[in-house]
């Protein structure tokens, strides 16, 4: 890993000539930093950003990805993440794919929807994915963003953006990017700070979010292990950066962005007891549920989710043991009176304890950026 390079900063060169830009949607709270929910394959559908938005919404949604190959046609199930979508926040419509014509093709198909924006996956880690060419694997080939960003940002009148991993193996070909970012005008820029071989579980490079935030005129958003309110301030301090973008610490703690507005605000954060995630896991159960999926199936779907919920509620796993044990519903919800209601005005830890550890652990996913192969 080289160190982030002081450089001059690209994007006042290029703020002077280009055109205006499409303002970004105000977030919850005027003038504070931007918070966002990270696009997660498997988990940010419709009924999780319910959730979300019942316990204190993101100022952006970002959809999982779209896969745009010569048959795509947008998945329905995402397409309804944007149509149905009652929260009141905007949903920017992620895709995935390298093939300009197809798309240019699917981003005219997304913009007939109430979409905030189009962003483009340059991050996924997955094997099967970046051997494609497409999410991680763009990072290898700069010539291939530039045609890739040109192309849909002539077919992208509103906004545009971009969600992108430091590098593929290393990060020589970083500044480059960066460079091609602000060339092609993107709206808004996150930054995953790891390669795309780090996977999801090394430390997270803060240094080189700070660099994209110096070196690109748009906004750059900070993406990497922001665990809680504090962090999130910590991370915005250290990086500069416009705003926190929170993946799998919003599936343990829904209450984070609350958290963190109420944070960046000088006041004292929300602190949820145990009783409260009892309530929180049967809301994610019930709005979660699809009639046709049965019970057991959808019992092993939340132990997905409470395999992060699980991370702050004891330090011993004693929760998470229990937890993954359960076969039906009524079995998985007597765990959680066992855990959650024995003493249920204990605080909910804002952190996830030390070594307690989500599951499965691999530490690449294989197939995809799924819940089934990726850990916390
Ligand atoms: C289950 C899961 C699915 C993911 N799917 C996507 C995806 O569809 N698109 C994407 O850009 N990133 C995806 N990611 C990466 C996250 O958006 C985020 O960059 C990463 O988890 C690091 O942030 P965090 O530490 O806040 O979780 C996924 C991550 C997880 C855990």
Redesign the pocket.
């Known amino acids: 890993m080289i160190p982030a390079a002081s450089t001059p900063n690209a994007g006042e060169a290029s703020r002077a000539t280009s055109p205006a830009r499409t303002p970004l949607p105000l977030p919850i709270v005027t003038g504070q930093p931007l918070t966002a929910l990270?696009?997660?394959?498997?988990?940010?559908d419709l009924p999780f950003m319910r959730v979300m938005a019942h316990y204190g919404a993101p100022d952006y949604f970002?959809t999982?990805?779209f896969r745009v190959h010569a048959q795509s046609r947008p998945e329905k199930h995402i397409v309804r993440s944007i149509v149905e979508n009652k929260t009141g926040r905007p949903v920017f419509a992620?895709l995935?794919g390298e093939d300009v014509g197809h798309m240019v093709r699917t981003v005219r198909e997304l913009l007939k929807l109430p979409v905030a924006g189009i962003d483009l996956?340059m991050?996924?880690p997955a094997p099967k994915i970046y051997k494609k060419n497409v999410?991680g694997g763009l990072l290898r080939d700069p010539a291939k963003i530039d045609e890739l960003l040109g192309a849909l940002r002539d077919a992208i009148p509103g906004l545009f953006t971009v969600?992108m991993r430091i590098g593929f193996d290393s990060t020589e070909n970083y500044r480059r990017v960066l460079d091609l970012v602000a060339k092609h005008r993107v709206d808004l820029l996150?930054v995953?700070g790891r390669t795309v071989k780090e996977g999801?579980r090394s430390d997270?490079h803060y240094d080189f979010i700070a660099e994209a935030a110096r070196a690109v005129p748009c906004p750059v958003l900070a993406?990497?292990?922001?665990t809680s309110a504090t962090r999130a301030a910590a991370v915005l301090a250290e990086t500069r950066a416009a705003g926190v973008?929170?993946?799998?610490?919003?599936i343990r703690n829904p209450w984070i962005f609350r958290q963190t507005r109420e944070r960046l605000a000088g006041q004292t954060p929300f602190t949820p007891t145990l009783r409260d995630v009892r309530g929180y896991i049967e809301h994610l159960y019930r709005e979660t549920r699809q009639p046709d999926i049965p019970e057991a199936a959808h019992v092993a779907k939340m132990k997905k989710y409470l395999n992060f919920v699980g991370q702050s509620v004891d330090a011993q796993g004693a929760f998470l043991y229990d937890m993954r044990r359960a076969m039906t519903e009524a079995e998985l919800f007597a765990v959680c009176d066992r855990h959650l209601l024995a003493d249920p005005e204990r605080p909910f830890a804002d952190e996830p304890y030390a070594g307690v550890i989500a599951r499965p652990n691999c530490e690449t996913p294989h197939e995809s950026?799924?819940?089934d192969t990726?850990t916390?």
């Open positions: 990270a696009p997660m394959q498997d988990v940010t970002f999982e990805f992620q995935i996956n991050g996924c999410g969600k996150s995953h999801y997270v993406n990497g292990n922001i973008m929170i993946g799998r610490h919003a950026c799924s819940l990726i916390a």
